[in-house]
């Protein structure tokens, strides 16, 4: 887009001057290898190179900067359920600048170099940070920004890196997990239950926390109904119940490659309540072997819990709809 504009600049020049007698006009070539020519120049990331153009930060990344762009795949938008340039198109400008300014970081920041550490925060441009976890076994090693895969680090353009990720990130809409859990109408029961356990003050104030939050199908399987039959519920069994629910730091669900071993299956997960719920792991095979999926089991449950919406983050933890109650 910068070079077809550049292109149409050259052409009003030599318009312009077409009767000077002054041949001598040079025109100044722009920097072809800056982070939004390396971007254009790579099939595998055109939709970001679209998304640049149509959000205008294709002109910011061709400043000195320096900059790290962290730069989603194509195979990253179409995780993201974005895997056309149309549905691309169809987000509201707005939005996609938003979304596209949280994979800009300020300065040159080099992931090879980064310690090998959960959840390391680094500001982006948008003000919030993203969450890179870095992990090795043997002679492999995974980095993982905000649960998704880095596919390439440290290629280096003129003005900073780019890094390969394959997802598209999405920043933090809301400061706290309440009121993210507030605007979600699947947990409309699960945000009452919060209230009735007398959980809501503690959940708010916690920095660093993962909820696996049922949903409203969830309680009514488990034997409430509606609102009413959790307001008639003992809060002591409630606030026991959704204890169980919350893990005290925050995980998203690649993390487990760093916690669980390299070539196990399940990891044993300890809650709030002090219960263990068990993690199960459908892996993809090679290297660290990362997550395809998660379920969960509790001590009481006699079958999987699986997760639906994952890693819904916010500043103070991350938020994952489950399909079931764990027991």
Known sequence: MIRYRASICTIGLLVLFS????????VEEPDYTTLTYVVEDNFNLSHLFFALGRTGLDEELVKPGPYTLLASSNTGFQNAGLGSQTQLFNLPVGV???????????????????????????MTMTGKPVYVSKVAQDQDTLTLINGAE?????????????????????????ENVIDNIVNLPELTMFYRAIQNAGLEDRIRNAQGQTIYAPNNAAFVAAGY???????????????????MHIVGERLFMQDYIL????TANTYQQKMLDESIVTINMSRRT??????????????????????????????????NIINGVLQ
Do not use: W
Not at 19 to 26: A, F, G, Q, T
Not at 225 to 236: F, K, Q, S, T
Not at 293 to 318: F, K
């Open 96 to 122: 996609l600048s938003q979304r596209m300014q949280y994979h800009i970081i300020p300065g040159k920041v080099s992931f090879r170099d980064l310690p090998l550490a959960a959840n390391q925060e680094i």
């Open 225 to 243: 109904a509606d609102l009413r039959a959790l307001d008639a519920e003992d809060p002591v069994i409630l606030r026991q119940r959704l204890l």
């Open 286 to 319: 090679g290297g660290l072997r990362p997550i395809n999926s998660i379920t969960l089991r509790g001590p009481g449950n006699t079958g999987n819990v699986s997760v639906g919406e994952r890693d819904l983050i916010t500043n103070n933890g991350i938020i």
């Open 259 to 262: 916690l669980a071993e390299v």
């Open 150 to 174: 880095l596919a390439m680090e440290d290629f280096e353009a003129s003005n900073g890196y780019l890094q390969v990720v394959n997802g598209f990130l999405q920043p933090f809409v809301y």
């Open 19 to 26: 009767c000077s007698k002054d041949d001598n006009i040079l």
